[in-house]
């Protein structure tokens, strides 16, 4: 895996560049001005609306500040919003249905995905036309997808419960995919899952695309068994891609919003009511702005926090 | 160098277009945008202000927001001082938070100057779309579209006489639009899986959205009836026992078994769009919503006409409904506020008023509603008259939204997702709302 | 990539595996397609018949979904209706059918054009930006590189949330809520971290030796970039723009909460199309419908490059 330079290695390489000769900085702007002229707007830019931003974030949290009325006088409150909020029975509740909703769309899309991936890089006739069209659910707008799913929900008059009850011969009202209980949680997963698995599968397709021929030829002399070669080849080359699917998936449907949010509100009650959405009702809703303040920071530390171990574990997954 | 010029070129196009206004109609006259929900009410309105436009010569805009998003962005358009409304139709229990925080213009010195009398519109609807604090004259709002829950009902199949005579037999008296939540129950159960001309109907549509305040506008009708007081009467803020007493939990879980016993599937997140289009495919046979809806139900190529009729809602011990309707107000950070406060001198004459409730829109002005042809005029006239009478609203307070998100859930989690029991779903709601109210330093 | 070429005789898969392999994935393919395509015939389904029950298969197509999406109409009386001239054009006999009058157009057109806007200049200036980044970084000695590259990099697993708040205060204080500028910078910064560690991986490929040659011919940095980098990391752009613009296009968070009604896009707008009832549902199918189309094009334009740019550069030839 010598050709491969993900984010997390590339940190390595990016002081290996050689200065240039010196004698050729003479005319137009020297070469150090033009490095900083190139990268100041971006980190400019990052540092406005990031990490300002962010700071800002860290003193609101510890303020009672609402930004829905500021007359009202700001007082500092230490660290209150922070055990309120774990100490709320209902934030872990939405963590819960966080965890849920992560670690299965996770499980499923990776499965899903990459099993497609293997396929396709069989390269069957008309492969690439096909993996366009698998492609297609993730270029949606998660906005539409929220919206028209709750439309194939519908038990009456929604494909969804037809496809079901024609397959199953159970009656399409007797169920109710958004407004169940017990099936909620699962009506977003496989929306997610719906909409999602083309992503993984792309980047695994990248992880066996990227693995040299030569190393199957050579087991192939070693008559290597298929099942040898998958376990002992395949899946190891293509580990470091399947981990960074899971990273980015993983991020992001953890500050899952808008797909949920428009499918069930969160409910029924607050079966589905994952954190993000929590986080917008306080935020801009109710406009306890201190209070959802913490409650990003308590967010974004989480997210941080799992992904700064899972890249260590991936570096070391690639080292090998 | 060419490929670079065009680069430029391109940056700079971009930057000329981003700095053009999106707004090309401000150069030619004066224009109003006026915001409000997306519903019927509106399309009336849009209809009644062209005769603002012909004599003012001013424009108007409009900007049409769905109930469910309706708070959501406005109170966010409003929170970031936005300049998008010039002239608002803001809920009810928005006008305590808005006159607190300064999105409103203050109309009393307007009202005075112009003759406007608070006298001349219906105390109930001054009382709740206009006033802040309530019962003090400070307005903030011109009453501008008066509504409660109401409840329709499929006249055609009421009056069948094989139902007429199956109803009779098995609860004794005739198959009638109910006077107690009782009845309306039986009434619901009676309908429940019925085949009617080859299709399978439903007892009752009620109020159960998660997302905005769609349960909450629904439970509290029932709630009210049984006895659920918001606070202490005589000790402002005091909700223990009030808001959980024994007859509110009765109440709740009497909502919760018309839920279970009466609703089409599928009805776990429906407000009063998802219930029109129940009503509308014939698949209830009764249906609670806004009296807003119902000139445009009674016009309906479906069920209007004959087939629909109104009543109010059911009492049981008590007897009142939720009010809805709306104040229309001057947004503080517009840069027309004169060409606002002219829109709603022109709205607020009498003969404007009639011609608004001819249009479909509910005034609230006496001229209309105590003409004595007022009751006769449309066959939902005389229920909303009563219902205006016996309204309730929900807290007004500047924390409007915090108290209404905590009902939300609590209900929600009791009626749709089984959570818990009424008298617990109850008990963490006062929890919720002390929270609230100590938070703000009320008690 | 090394399977597209070369004798690789021993590793090609069997006919019959190559079979049972496009069965399987054809099958996946027609069942995730389902949804989109029940969105795309939507669209040609009137409002009655797209919430019939059982869902109905067979249909005599219609506009009036499309029309609906244009247009704001409102419901007059049949005497109403008698006294008005002809209809002149066929979206207002449409209308006219159902008891309508056109009133006017709707605002699905302005959102779609906020959207080509925000999204475009966005990807525009976040690949713009990009790219010069990645050029200083990938050819001169930066000090703190790493650092700064890392810090980069972090912004993307930032979660918008933990930043929503201050920038909607900040939006708020210095006017930019609901208005292009501020959404197009809000995306590029989301956009930027991406590309520019996507557009370092593939400069980092481009040989120093041209641009050393062109400096020795006596062109400048600038010149030598432009003239000799740029057209060498085309392929990198093309593959960077395709993430940039899937994400700026479909953006919902942020554009519902920043923008109102001068510079709002259309992902917040097409799940408010409501029609006398609820959602017009044949209006939201049309809307998502011609929503998608720029993308798939786009995509499908630039397909090739998807795969390099999906794992930040990460495959190398």
């Keep these: 895996m010598t050709d491969t330079s993900g984010p997390v290695v590339i940190r390595d390489r990016a002081g290996a560049v050689p200065a240039p000769p010196v004698a050729r900085v003479i005319r137009g702007l020297s070469d150090r001005a033009i490095a900083w002229l190139f990268i100041a707007p971006t980190i400019l830019l990052l540092l406005a609306i990031n990490v300002f931003p962010l700071i800002w974030t860290i003193r609101l949290s510890f303020t009672n500040y609402r930004a829905n009325k500021p007359n009202v006088p700001l007082r500092w409150l230490g660290l209150e919003n922070y055990t309120s909020i774990l100490a709320d029975p209902d934030v872990w509740q939405a963590m819960q249905a966080t965890a849920h909703f992560v670690i299965w769309t996770i499980l499923l899309e990776v499965l899903f995905g990459f099993g497609l991936a293997l396929l396709i890089d069989k390269k069957f006739r008309g492969h690439s036309f096909w993996t366009t069209v698998i492609l297609l659910p993730m270029m949606l707008s998660p906005a539409v997808v929220g919206t028209f799913w709750t439309f194939l929900f519908q038990p009456q008059i929604g494909l969804f419960n037809y496809v079901v009850a024609f397959l199953t011969g159970i009656d399409p009202s007797s169920f109710q995919m958004i407004g169940d209980v017990p099936l909620a949680p699962w009506a977003i997963v496989l929306v997610d899952t719906w909409m999602w698995t083309p992503y993984v599968m792309l980047i695994c397709l990248a992880g066996l695309r990227s693995i040299p021929n030569y190393i199957y030829e050579a087991a192939e002399v070693d008559r290597a068994s298929k099942w040898r070669q998958f376990w002992s080849i395949t899946l190891p080359m293509v580990l470091p891609f399947l981990m960074l699917a899971v990273l980015f998936r993983g991020i992001e449907n953890f500050k899952m919003f808008d797909m949920v949010n428009l499918l069930t509100s969160g409910g029924p009650g607050s079966t589905t009511e994952l954190a993000s959405i929590t986080l917008k009702r306080e935020a801009f809703e109710k406009w306890r702005t201190g209070y959802s303040s913490a409650f990003a920071i308590i967010l974004f530390v989480t997210v941080f926090g799992a992904a700064n171990i899972y890249v260590k574990a991936l570096n070391k997954v690639k080292q090998r | ?443 | 990539m090394s399977g597209r070429t070369g004798a690789h005789s021993v590793v090609e898969p069997s006919p019959l595996t190559r079979r049972i392999a496009g069965a399987l994935v054809i099958c996946y393919a027609l069942i995730a397609i389902v949804p989109l395509l029940w969105i795309f015939v939507t669209g040609f389904k009137t409002p009655p018949d797209s919430i019939a029950y059982p869902p109905k298969m067979m249909f005599t197509p219609s506009l009036e979904g499309y029309v609906n999406l244009f247009t704001t109409r409102s419901r007059q009386s049949p005497e109403y209706m008698a006294s008005l001239p002809p209809a002149e054009t066929w979206y207002d006999r449409l209308a006219r059918s159902r008891n309508m009058v056109i009133a006017g157009p709707s605002k699905y057109g302005q959102r779609f054009v906020n959207s080509l806007v925000v999204a475009f200049g966005s990807t525009i200036l976040a690949v713009s930006l990009g790219t010069l980044t990645a050029y200083a970084f990938s050819r001169f000695r930066v000090p703190l590189a790493d650092d700064l590259m890392f810090f980069i990099l972090s912004t993307r697993m930032m979660p918008p949330i933990a930043v929503a708040i201050p920038i909607y205060l900040m939006y708020r204080s210095l006017g930019l809520s609901d208005t292009w500028l501020g959404m197009i910078l809000l995306y590029t910064a989301v956009n930027v971290s991406l590309a520019v560690w996507l557009m370092k991986g593939f400069i980092d490929e481009i040989p120093r030796e041209y641009e050393e040659a062109a400096l020795i011919d006596g062109y400048t940095r600038l010149q030598a970039f432009y003239k000799v980098v740029l057209p060498q990391a085309a392929t990198g752009i093309a593959a960077t723009a395709i993430f940039c613009l899937i994400f700026a296009w479909n953006e919902y968070a942020f554009a519902a909460l920043l923008t109102s009604g001068n510079a709002q896009t259309a992902p917040p707008f097409i799940p408010t199309i409501i029609g006398e009832g609820g959602l017009d549902w044949p209006a939201v199918a049309a809307g998502a419908s011609l929503f998608l189309l720029p993308i798939v094009v786009f995509t499908v334009i630039l397909r090739k490059h998807l795969l390099r740019g999906i794992t930040f550069g990460a495959v190398r030839k």
């Design chain 2, 1 to 443: 160098m060419g490929r670079m010029i065009t680069f430029a070129g391109a940056l700079a196009a971009g930057a000329i277009a981003i700095g053009l206004p999106t707004q090309s109609a401000l150069a030619q006259g004066k224009t109003l945008t006026l915001c409000w929900a997306a519903w019927d009410p509106a399309n009336a309105l849009v209809e009644l202000s062209k005769d603002f436009t012909a004599k003012t010569n001013i424009q108007m805009k409009y900007e049409f927001v769905p109930w469910t998003n309706y708070a959501d962005r406005f109170l966010n358009e409003l929170n970031s001082k936005g300049k998008l409304c010039d002239v608002i139709i803001g809920d009810s229990q928005w006008i305590g938070g808005a006159a607190e925080n300064g999105h409103y213009v203050k109309l009393n010195e307007f009202f005075d100057k112009e003759g406007i009398k608070m006298d001349d519109f219906m105390p109930a609807t001054v009382l709740g779309y206009a006033e802040w604090p309530k019962h003090t004259p400070n307005y903030w709002a011109l009453p501008a579209m008066g509504d409660a829950v109401g409840w329709t009902y499929r006249k055609d199949w009421f009056s069948r006489p094989e139902l007429q005579a199956e109803f009779k037999k098995k609860y004794g008296r005739d198959l009638a639009p109910p006077a107690t939540w009782t009845e309306l129950k039986q009434v619901g159960e009676f309908f429940q899986g019925r085949d009617i001309d080859g299709k399978k109907v439903y007892g009752a549509y009620i109020f159960t959205e998660r997302g905005s305040e769609g349960i909450t506008m629904g439970v509290t009708n029932a709630l009210y009836d049984w006895g659920f007081q918001y606070d202490n009467p005589k000790k402002p803020y005091q909700m223990d026992g009030f808001v959980n007493s024994p007859d509110a939990v009765a109440g709740l879980e009497f909502y919760k078994s018309v839920y279970k016993c009466c609703t089409p599937p599928g009805m776990t997140n429906a407000y009063m769009q998802e219930g029109l289009d129940a009503f509308k495919s014939g698949q209830v046979a009764m249906m609670m919503n806004w009296f807003a809806f119902f000139p445009g139900l009674y016009k309906d190529p479906n069920v209007g006409g004959d087939k629909i009729g109104f009543f109010i809602n059911p009492g049981e011990k008590q007897h009142a409904t939720q009010l809805g309707g709306q104040g229309i107000s001057v947004v503080s950070y517009s840069d027309h506020k004169e060409d606002a406060l002219q829109y709603i001198k022109w709205f607020a004459q009498p003969d404007v008023q009639k011609h608004w409730w001819a249009l479909g829109g509910y005034s609230c002005h006496k001229a209309v509603l105590n003409d004595p042809s007022f009751p006769t005029s449309a066959p939902f006239a005389k229920d909303f008259l009563k219902s205006m009478e016996m309204v309730v609203d929900f807290w007004a307070e500047p924390s409007y939204a915090e108290l209404l998100l905590d009902m939300q859930k609590r209900v929600h989690d009791y009626v749709v997702a089984d959570k818990g029991t009424a008298k617990e779903a109850l008990d963490l709601l006062v929890k919720d709302w002390e929270k609230v109210f100590k938070e703000e330093g009320k008690i």
